[in-house]
């Protein structure tokens, strides 16, 4: 069983910045993939970012050059640096983490519980 616990979001002005955390914690061999996708109110799910185990990123256009993934290996966390927000970036934000159970077990993906989001001012 893995538990993915989300952090950092909330209200902040346009131009502002936010950094989001999700730690996972239970039965955890190795995380592979971590990431981070959004929904709008009223859109589709968006992939964010994505970083690999081999801390290979990949970003959405509009997140380029101003947000930044990262992780903590040790901690099993995964962060996003959000900077010079826009009023488009509000959304509830979803982490992900690709665990492998036990050296000898299968792959998943596990999903936090959202966080909210809203640039406005």
């Not at 950094?19 to 859109?43: H, K, N, Q």
């Not at 185990?53 to 050059?65: C, E, I, L, M, Q």
């Not at 488009?88 to 999903?111: E, F, L, S």
Request: hydrophobic share 35%; net charge positive; with cysteine.
């Amino acid at each position: 069983q893995v538990r993915l616990v989300e952090s950092g979001g909330g209200l902040v002005q346009p131009g502002g910045s936010l950094r989001l955390s999700c730690a996972a914690s239970g039965t955890i061999f190795i995380v592979l993939d971590m990431g981070w996708y959004r929904r709008a109110p009223g859109e589709r799910r968006e992939l964010v970012a994505t970083i690999t185990s081999g801390d290979d990123t990949n970003y959405v256009d509009s997140a380029k050059g101003r947000f930044i993934i990262s992780r903590d290996n040790a901690n099993n966390t995964v962060y996003l640096q959000m900077n010079s927000l826009k009023p488009a970036a509000t959304a509830v934000y979803y982490c992900y983490h690709r665990i492998k159970g036990t050296p000898w077990g299968t792959t998943g993906d596990y999903w936090g519980q959202g966080i909210e989001v809203t640039v406005s001012s």
